[in-house]
């Protein structure tokens, strides 16, 4: 996985109030969810802010990276758990981060990359890709930033689903029948299928 370092520092004032003001100022509210436990054995959060110029290059991406958080100079690595937007501005309101390290195993979306000139395709069909992400889990070290699907046997009104596919060290997250890709009929291939049988 790729990594990316923001800057961060340590939030004393907490709320609603304090949430609006810090957004003003250009800063973002987050937490991050670590290894330290409560009295109630959640995770206990430590509350921070970042700036919104930093936190652009994590949220508004298609990659899914491992975030180097400075918080006041302590290093700390995690990955993006939850972002909160404006339902009308999509402004970004809040993030949450989720603390790895390499041992610890992480279940995260990982974009899926098609490979390859399907043969249903080449019969006149139309590839589909029905999910853009597959849930993969691995230590994060191990999670590639990009999984590779090959499609070239893939015929005309087949379909590649989640459980048929297999990544080196990675345990696959999303359910075996969810369909990642299929190769549609259209009236080009109907037409084609019905000359080839007369």
Do not use: W
């Amino acid at each position: 996985m790729k990594e990316i370092s923001i800057n961060g520092q340590v939030r004393e004032a907490l709320g609603k109030k304090a949430s609006k003001m810090l957004r003003k100022e250009g800063l973002v509210p987050c937490n991050l969810y670590g290894e330290t436990k409560g009295e109630n054995g959640l995770p206990v959060a430590l509350s921070f802010t970042a700036p919104m110029s930093e936190l652009r290059k994590v949220v508004y991406t298609p990659h899914v990276y491992v975030v180097n958080i400075n918080i006041d100079g302590k290093e700390r690595k995690a990955i993006v758990k939850e972002l909160q937007f404006h339902p009308t501005s999509d402004a970004l309101l809040h993030a949450d981060f989720y603390e790895v390290n390499d041992q610890k195993d992480i279940t995260v979306g990982i974009p899926v990359k098609l490979n390859g000139l399907a043969q249903g395709v080449r019969d006149g069909g139309k590839l589909n890709l029905s999910i853009r992400k597959i849930d993969v889990t691995a230590p994060y070290k191990q999670i590639p930033e990009i999984l590779n699907v090959d499609v070239t046997n893939l015929g005309l009104g087949k379909a590649i689903k989640v459980g048929e596919l297999s990544f080196d060290g990675l345990k696959l997250a999303t359910p075996a029948q969810v369909v990642v890709c299929s190769v549609k009929e259209t009236r080009a291939s109907k037409a084609a299928a019905a000359a080839a049988a007369e």
